[in-house]
Each structure stands twice: as structure tokens, then as C-alpha cells.
Nanobody, 120 residues
Framework: QVQLVESGGGLVQAGGSLRLSCAASGSILSINVMGWYRQTPEKTRELVATITGDGSTNYADSVKGRFTISRDNAKNTVLLQMNSLKPEDTAVYYC??????????????WGKGTLVTVSS
């Protein structure tokens, strides 16, 4: 019912930048929170950043000052600008969208993930 299309991952050297994008489509009535999470084989999935419909943001301490999350409500799109990347930022990044479907059911959808690799 909901499709999330992620793009923007890849390989970058330490200190470089990448921008992730996630577009949501389908039977969406409303979106409350959009966000990015990441996961490595050694760790459980962790929050990177979230943004609400009114633009309130929340960041993991490890990315504050380096990453910026933004959204385009008209396009149901969330972006993650990642600057000053570090090798420890290497992970699979997942888009998450929470809100309400047209059926009025709760929506909590995940993208398939996009790999970000930061070389030292």
C-alpha cells in the first residue's frame, strides 16, 4: 500500500558528503514523522534523524552538526544531507515514514535500505 523509494547511497572518502533521498507514495492519507535509521552487522538499527510535519527535528548525538534532515511535504519526500562523513557512518540507511493510510490504519513503513560506505 505504501512504497518508499530510497536513493543516494554509495562510496565516499572520509570527509566527503552524500545526500540520501526517500520518496513515499501509495495510499497515504497523512504523514506525521519521516526519518532515517541505520544498521550495521554489529549493531541493531539506530536512529539517525527524524523530522515532523511542522519541521521539528531530532538527531542522534553522533551526527549532530554533520547531518541535516529536511522534507518536502508536497512531494512526500525526506532528504538527509550528510557532510563530514566518517568511516563509522558506514551502514545501511533505512527510510521510515509514519502516519495514517487512507484506510485510516496506522502507517509505519520502511524502505529497503541504501548502503553508505565511507572509506578512511
Amino acid at each position: 500500500q505504501v512504497q518508499l523509494v530510497e536513493s543516494g547511497g554509495g562510496l565516499v572518502q572520509a570527509g566527503g558528503s552524500l545526500r540520501l533521498s526517500c520518496a513515499a507514495s501509495g495510499s497515504i492519507l497523512s504523514i506525521n514523522v519521516m526519518g532515517w535509521y541505520r544498521q550495521t552487522p554489529e549493531k541493531t538499527r539506530e536512529l539517525v534523524a527524524t523530522i515532523t510535519g511542522d519541521g521539528s527535528t531530532n538527531y542522534a548525538d553522533s551526527v549532530k552538526g554533520r547531518f541535516t534532515i529536511s522534507r518536502d511535504n508536497a512531494k512526500n519526500t525526506v532528504l538527509l544531507q550528510m557532510n563530514s562523513l566518517k568511516p563509522e557512518d558506514t551502514a545501511v540507511y533505512y527510510c521510515n515514514v509514519r502516519g495514517r493510510l487512507r484506510s485510516l490504519n496506522v502507517m509505519n513503513s520502511w524502505g529497503k535500505g541504501t548502503l553508505v560506505t565511507v572509506s578512511s
